[in-house]
């Protein structure tokens, strides 16, 4: 797993490696392009909404919303990525801090109608994801949606048959979602959550507030 120095030097060519058009095609993003659009259906009036995008990378799956006429706040612990999102969507508000130890302080207490998280939350373990998300529904206005879209599968099963396919590409290093385990850590704490495989090894998670 990259630390916030490998992203910062993989920002300026990161939009050219990980596109994936193929849902059946090679790990860790086939079917990008397919989950990239799903996300964005998902807003269905992003005129005006306020969008927190945790992980934002290079700004690539909030970049549409945005210019849309979407509020989009970012957060994501590499400056090198944060510089591109900048570019791409300058009436942003973005964070210089890593999640894993929840939100920037200036965005705990602010509500949102969106918390996007895409391609990052393999960086928690299964336990903090699930903790994560419980803290986010408390960012949620009233009919707000949590959506998460990372490399996923509905099994462990599912998983094990991907690294089996990926050999040496496969990164043991990330933590990625199983929904078969993660959807009943989350109906512990009295959280529904929906999932949907979209292509062979990436999924996406979407959890809405009461």
Same mark, same amino acid.
């Given at each position: 797993?990259?630390?916030?120095?490998?992203?910062?030097?993989?920002?300026?060519?990161?939009?050219?490696?990980?596109?994936?058009?193929?849902?059946?095609?090679?790990? &860790?993003?086939?079917?990008?392009?397919?989950?990239?659009?799903? @996300?964005?259906?998902?807003?269905?009036? &992003?005129?005006?909404?306020?969008?927190?995008?945790?992980?934002?990378?290079?700004?690539?799956?909030?970049?549409?919303?945005?210019?849309?006429?979407?509020?989009?706040?970012?957060?994501?612990?590499?400056?090198?990525?944060?510089?591109?999102?900048?570019?791409?969507? &300058?009436?942003?508000?973005?964070?210089?801090?890593?999640?894993?130890?929840?939100?920037?302080?200036?965005?705990?207490?602010?509500?949102?109608?969106?918390?996007?998280?895409?391609?990052?939350?393999?960086?928690?373990?299964?336990?903090?994801?699930?903790?994560?998300?419980?803290?986010?529904?408390?960012?949620?206005?009233?009919?707000?949606?949590?959506?998460?879209?990372?490399?996923?599968?509905?099994?462990?099963?599912?998983?094990?048959?991907?690294?089996?396919?990926?050999?040496?590409?496969?990164?043991?290093?990330?933590?990625?979602?199983?929904?078969?385990?993660?959807? &009943?850590?989350?109906?512990?704490?009295?959280?529904?959550?929906?999932?949907?495989? @979209?292509?062979?090894?990436?999924?996406?998670?979407?959890?809405?507030?009461?």
């Amino acid at each position: 797993m990259l630390d916030k120095n490998g992203f910062d030097k993989w920002a300026s060519s990161y939009d050219k490696t990980v596109v994936g058009d193929d849902l059946a095609g090679e790990y &860790p993003f086939a079917g990008y392009s397919a989950v990239l659009r799903c @996300v964005r259906e998902m807003v269905k009036e &992003p005129r005006g909404a306020e969008i927190l995008d945790i992980g934002v990378g290079t700004g690539k799956f909030t970049s549409g919303l945005y210019a849309a006429g979407a509020k989009i706040y970012g957060v994501d612990f590499s400056a090198g990525m944060l510089e591109r999102s900048r570019e791409i969507m &300058p009436q942003g508000e973005f964070y210089l801090f890593d999640f894993n130890s929840g939100l920037p302080p200036a965005l705990r207490e602010r509500k949102f109608g969106y918390i996007i998280s895409a391609y990052a939350f393999h960086h928690l373990d299964e336990q903090g994801k699930a903790d994560f998300l419980r803290s986010l529904v408390c960012n949620l206005k009233t009919g707000g949606t949590i959506i998460i879209a990372d490399v996923a599968f509905e099994t462990s099963a599912g998983l094990a048959a991907c690294r089996e396919r990926s050999g040496k590409k496969w990164d043991d290093s990330e933590i990625y979602m199983v929904a078969g385990t993660l959807l &009943p850590l989350l109906e512990s704490f009295g959280l529904k959550a929906e999932y949907r495989q @979209v292509s062979n090894c990436a999924g996406i998670l979407t959890l809405s507030a009461k």
